[in-house]
């Protein structure tokens, strides 16, 4: 079974505005990374952040982490058309193989 | 390009038939996995190699499944057998390093049984 549950499940904004999407597990982590996902494509891999940090940057990206709620958000800034895509969180449990554990995702739609 | 691939990007079989997919990792990475996806959730692990060493299977790898990889380069995915249930997005994803870095995924193979 899948450890992550994101929040929420669909998310539709117009450009420019902000997208905030949410993850939450259940297990210690090591560290918990965020994938995009183009309609039937691969994942691309956005940030990793690990259990000793709080906050994370790159360009338009915002992850944060509360290791104490088991919880990390995705914000997107100034939101692009381009942005569609399936948003994933992604964990990985301290002392394991490193294999990923995936949340649903959350379907986020920019409007033009 | 110098990023995962895998081959074929599609594929269609008729139950009960054998396929498989090849993965090609980026070249120094000693981490290979194997991840299934199907429709509208996310991807849940099958295996993982370290060089040539299968060193974790998921429980979701029955029997009919058999992956490889045989110089520690390339990987294999057999399904055996196939069933209407094994239809989803197989994916390959490659890593460097210990248990905690980064995954760069391949495109996918996406697998429809009839």
């Known amino acids: 079974s899948q450890q992550g549950e994101e929040d929420p499940q669909a998310l539709s904004i117009q450009e420019g505005e902000n997208a905030t999407m949410n993850c939450s597990y259940k297990?210690?982590?090591?560290?918990l990374q965020w994938y995009r996902q183009n309609s039937g494509r691969g994942l691309v891999h956005l940030i990793l952040i690990r259990s000793n940090e709080r906050e994370k940057h790159s360009g338009r990206l915002r992850v944060t982490l509360d290791t104490s709620k088991k919880s990390s958000s995705l914000l997107i800034t100034a939101s692009r058309a381009a942005d569609t895509a399936s948003y994933f969180c992604a964990t990985v449990f301290s002392g394991n193989t490193g294999k990923l554990i995936f949340g649903q995702g959350t379907t986020l739609q920019v409007k033009p | 390009d110098t990023g995962v691939s895998q081959d074929p990007r599609h594929k269609i079989t008729k139950r009960g038939q054998n396929v498989t997919f090849r993965c090609d990792p980026i070249s120094e990475h000693n981490r290979l996995y194997w991840y299934r996806q199907t429709l509208g959730q996310g991807p849940e692990f099958l295996t993982y190699?370290?060089?040539?060493?299968?060193?974790?299977k998921s429980r979701l790898l029955s029997d009919r499944f058999s992956a490889e990889r045989p110089k520690g380069s390339f990987s294999t995915l057999e399904i055996q057998r196939t069933e209407q249930g094994d239809s989803a997005m197989y994916l390959c994803?490659?890593?460097?390093?210990?248990?905690?870095?980064?995954?760069?995924f391949g495109p996918g193979t996406r697998l429809t049984v009839l």
């Open positions: 190699f370290q060089n040539e060493a299968q060193l974790e």
């Open positions: 297990t210690s982590i090591n560290n």
């Open positions: 994803a490659s890593s460097f390093g210990g248990n905690y870095n980064e995954q760069f």
